[in-house]
């Protein structure tokens, strides 16, 4: 049995997935992934590291071929990564490590966020715990909300070194990606409560962010990520009324 697998899904990831893959193609015993059905050149680079690539649709539920992934490791631990997250040389050496326990079973990770060029420090973004690291057999995807974390069933514990994440390239790139989480909590929402999305969560979320995660230590970026995350919330409640309403 392999010591540690590498769980990775992807759908049109070629500006990303040449740096995750850089990062753990040298220590890691398999890399598993499961790849949307890219239009683009993914699947290459991948071949460059692994064989063991599966293809699959791309549903909008991403965490679905996420599990898919997971699924298909051997390894007595998974390590699930995105494709556009980096393991820094310090967590990787904390990882090896940490996967001779026999006593935790899960392993949260603190991930450091890049928005509008620059490391975020605060608002909610850093620490950003992830769970990552664990057992096989110990940790499932829910597949229900798009930020959802995988669920440990065990003891879990927390590593100290980074996992560097590039989410948004741009700012286009992050509006692209709000607008597919909107339409997710748009999706699962089942209540027709105008105030509650359209005024008291979006103010809670940016004065939460913005002033008690002191979101603005982190100057304009800050503001920026404060007030989009509040509008997360009238945007799919608009998406969800318009969608009830031709209906």
Not at 92 to 116: C, L, T
Request: hydrophobic share 35%.
């Amino acid at each position: 049995m392999k010591t540690i697998s590498v769980a990775i899904a992807t759908y049109n990831e070629e500006a990303n997935l040449g740096r995750c893959l850089e990062s753990i193609g040298s220590w890691a015993d398999e890399i598993v992934l499961i790849d949307g059905s890219s239009t683009d050149k993914t699947v290459e680079i991948a071949e460059k590291y692994t064989d063991k690539i599966f293809i699959a649709d791309n549903p909008k539920m991403f965490h679905i071929n996420k599990q898919k992934a997971l699924d298909k490791c051997s390894g007595k631990w998974i390590l699930q990564l995105d494709a556009d997250e980096v393991v820094s040389k310090d967590l990787k050496q904390e990882i090896i490590k940490a996967i001779g326990s026999q006593s935790i079973d899960g392993y949260f990770i603190p991930r450091k966020n890049f928005f509008m060029g620059r490391w975020m420090r605060k608002g909610g973004l850093y620490p950003d715990y992830v769970v990552r690291l664990f057992q096989k057999g110990k940790g499932q995807l829910p597949c229900k909300d798009v930020h959802e974390q995988v669920e440990i069933t065990g003891k879990t514990d927390y590593l100290k070194h980074t996992l560097l994440h590039y989410p948004y390239p741009d700012f286009s790139k992050y509006l692209q990606k709000a607008d597919t989480y909107t339409s997710l909590t748009a999706k699962n929402l089942h209540e027709d409560k105008l105030a509650k999305y359209v005024i008291v969560r979006p103010i809670k979320t940016f004065l939460s962010i913005y002033f008690r995660h002191l979101g603005f230590l982190d100057g304009f970026p800050g503001f920026v990520w404060a007030f989009y995350s509040a509008l997360h919330y009238p945007i799919a409640y608009i998406k969800y009324w318009e969608k009830k309403n031709n209906n």
